[in-house]
T-cell receptor, first 110, second 115 residues
Framework: GQSLEQPSEVTAVEGAIVQINCTYQ??????LSWYQQHDGGAPTFLSY????GLEETGRFSSFLSRSDSYGYLLLQELQMKDSASYFC???????????FGAGTRLAVHP | GAGVSQSPSNKVTEKGKDVELRCDPI?????LYWYRQRLGQGLEFLIY????????KSGLPSDRFSAERTGESVSTLTIQRTQQEDSAVYLC?????????????FGPGTRLTVL
């Protein structure tokens, strides 16, 4: 089967750093994506890793280890507006088929 | 338009009725995807279109679900004889090209409630 595992909830304070892990088991793998979704909103793209290593985009970084079937999203200098659900998703097919994890709900407190 | 749009934003229907959900992708985007998101859960892939062709319908939950697309434009997802378990947010996404790693741009979704 195909599955992605990520923590259901994470809590942190403003200004802190938080890491959201994702492990995956899929029949095909092209890369790992991260999406952010605020309550009632549409998922929005954050990052994509096709190769091992760290990708940095402003306050957000994403890491991938293909040999470990593992990745993480690192959020630095947390702000209240970062409170949202974060989904890891495996790009599983040659036509951008995304398989999503169940999501991690991040709550940022003052 | 500037982004992916979906209509209606909310739909409440009675069990057994048919519903039709609409998606307008970003102009010029070749590929279009439908997902379902149950409350508090991740997104389930339903179907994708390349142009008006749907090579992968593997995610459609049952034969009550069908979808079509007109060229590289509007797509409709139809659910016949709705059931309470169909209650969810139905999200549509589009990408500029098929294949590769193009970012999927999501619409705001249609929240379907089956009473």
């Amino acid at each position: 089967g195909q599955s992605l595992e990520q923590p259901s909830e994470v809590t942190a304070v403003e200004g802190a750093i938080v890491q959201i892990n994702c492990t995956y088991q899929t029949s095909g793998f092209y890369g790992l994506s991260w999406y952010q979704q605020h309550d009632g909103g549409a998922p929005t793209f954050l990052s994509y890793n096709a190769l091992d290593g760290l990708e940095e985009t402003g306050r957000f970084s994403s890491f991938l280890s293909r040999s470990d079937s593992y990745g993480y999203l690192l959020l630095q200098e947390l702000q209240m507006k970062d409170s949202a659900s974060y989904f890891c998703a495996v790009l599983s097919g040659g036509y951008n088929k995304l398989i999503f994890g169940a999501g991690t709900r991040l709550a940022v407190h003052p | 338009g500037a982004g992916v749009s979906q209509s209606p934003s909310n739909k409440v229907t009675e069990k057994g009725k048919d519903v039709e959900l609409r998606c307008d992708p970003i102009s010029g985007h070749t590929a279009l995807y439908w997902y379902r998101q149950r409350l508090g859960q991740g997104l389930e892939f339903l179907i994708y279109f390349q142009g008006n062709s749907a090579p992968d319908k593997s995610g459609l939950p049952s034969d009550r679900f069908s979808a079509e697309r007109t060229g590289e434009s509007v797509s409709t997802l139809t659910i016949q004889r709705t059931q309470q378990e169909d209650s969810a947010v139905y999200l549509c996404a589009s990408t500029l090209t098929l294949g590769g790693t193009d970012t999927q741009y999501f619409g705001p979704g249609t929240r379907l409630t089956v009473l």
